[in-house]
């Protein structure tokens, strides 16, 4: 028997041409995603799923659908869809054939076929230069300009403010253009993680059915506590640490992933709403991390799983701009500052693991916990004898039991290289765990 969908469409698009149903990468993720066309009206529609574990259709009174799936058609403009091919032009005149077929034969078949040449050079040249020989190239201004337009209409037709609007349309967006647009209508760094109804969650489980599948307690366990009581920072003591799930003798990196994985989105959905100040991973000290690089390649592992599975579709972990400045790891929308902790420090190191000598530990730090903490802004300047902000108290603390750590002359640097600290305790030293 042929598998039976429920399919939600515009009431028009039933009188008209049939829909005909495509597979391309997606213009940020890069992975397949199913698309729907109304060839009549040359308009591409992107097919989202909604889903819950135990859910049927009844139609009609008079049968049942078992598979209770949903699934919904919104409209997209295939100038979205065209950027990572018309990226590669920035600086060359190419051919609509070409562009079309430089990242995927089956993509550019797939606009011919449903396309006309005439149709796709219109559109096309919207945002990018054409000359004599009718070869296109992006212009970059132009391409800003058009998204700020985009990004003007949202916040006008969809009462959105400027994060929100910026945060629906980075979702077809490749870094770099993210970061370019960003720039061009001068948000602050991240401004989008703030968005409060992420729309890369619309296609999820809600966090209460979440919560029914799986379940995360709050530091349980024991080396984390005793990192957290002996701890120099001063908000340490009294921090909320939910802790990852424990990792079972013999267990691969991946296996361990699998049951991570559930704990780490419950913990995501409910940190707007829920004062947790920390999600910890705990892993054994032996063969696998028998060195500080060893430890970071663990690390790495574990934050590319995350990645790979992050509901917003960010894959932070896929850029290629880790050790640079203005990078985050993020997942489901919330960045986070991760610190990491391991026997492998001497107690005179600021990373140092204390009695927790059979663990290594990665704190993921939401920062959200942060502002709710109102902490001061970072600074390369410290009041030693006078401590009056928090930062100060915190620097002077690790300094007075002898486990001060390296202050920069800047606050600009990326994130990355303080992640796993050198033994040495030195910032010209630095482990580049993404390699």
Not at 39 to 64: A, C, G, P, R, T
Not at 358 to 384: K, M
Request: charged fraction near 25%.
């Amino acid at each position: 028997m042929t598998q039976q969908y429920v399919l939600v469409v515009d009431k028009q698009l039933l009188y008209d041409t049939p829909l005909e149903f495509i597979r391309f990468h997606h213009p940020r993720s890069n992975l397949i995603q199913s698309f729907a066309i109304d060839k009549k009206n040359k308009i591409i529609f992107e097919l989202i799923k909604y889903e819950q574990k135990y859910s049927s259709w009844f139609v009609n009174d008079k049968m049942v659908i078992n598979n209770g799936t949903l699934y919904m058609t919104t409209p997209v403009n295939i100038l979205f869809l065209m950027l990572p091919a018309l990226w590669n032009t920035r600086i060359q005149y190419m051919s609509i054939v070409n562009i079309l077929k430089m990242n995927d034969e089956n993509f550019g078949d797939f606009y011919l076929n449903f396309f006309t040449i005439d149709f796709i050079s219109e559109k096309i040249s919207i945002i990018c230069d054409m000359n004599e020989k009718q070869e296109f190239q992006l212009n970059e201004q132009k391409l800003m300009k058009w998204l700020e337009e985009r990004h003007q209409r949202l916040m006008t037709k969809g009462d959105l403010n400027n994060a929100q609007a910026f945060d629906i349309i980075c979702e077809y967006l490749n870094d770099d253009c993210v970061e370019q647009l960003q720039q061009y209508l001068k948000l602050k760094e991240n401004s989008f993680v703030h968005y409060e109804i992420p729309t890369g969650q619309k296609n999820q489980p809600k966090a209460t059915e979440l919560k029914k599948a799986t379940t995360i307690d709050i530091c349980t366990t024991r080396n984390i506590t005793t990192i957290k009581q002996k701890s120099d920072c001063i908000f340490a003591k009294r921090s909320h640490i939910c802790a990852a799930p424990t990792w079972a003798q013999n267990e691969s990196i991946e296996q361990y992933c699998e049951r991570l994985l559930p704990t780490f989105m419950i913990f995501c959905a409910f940190v707007r709403e829920v004062s947790f100040d920390g999600y910890v991973v705990e892993i054994p000290h032996n063969e696998l991390t028998r060195t500080i690089e060893d430890f970071a390649q663990v690390f790495k592992k574990i934050l590319k799983c995350l990645s790979d599975n992050d509901p917003a579709k960010r894959y932070c972990m896929n850029s290629t701009k880790i050790d640079s400045r203005g990078w985050v790891f993020e997942f489901d929308r919330i960045t986070f500052f991760i610190t990491t902790f391991s026997p492998h420090y001497p107690n005179n190191h600021p990373r140092y693991a204390h009695e927790s000598k059979n663990y290594c530990h990665i704190l993921f730090q939401p920062e959200l916990s942060f502002l709710r903490h109102n902490l001061s802004d970072d600074t390369p300047l410290t009041n030693w004898e006078n401590p009056t902000t928090d930062r100060d108290k915190i620097r002077v603390s690790f300094q007075n039991h002898e486990r001060s750590y390296p202050i920069r002359d800047t606050i600009h640097y990326p994130a990355a290289h303080d992640m796993i600290r050198p033994l040495s305790n030195d910032v010209e030293n630095i482990v580049q765990w993404w390699l």
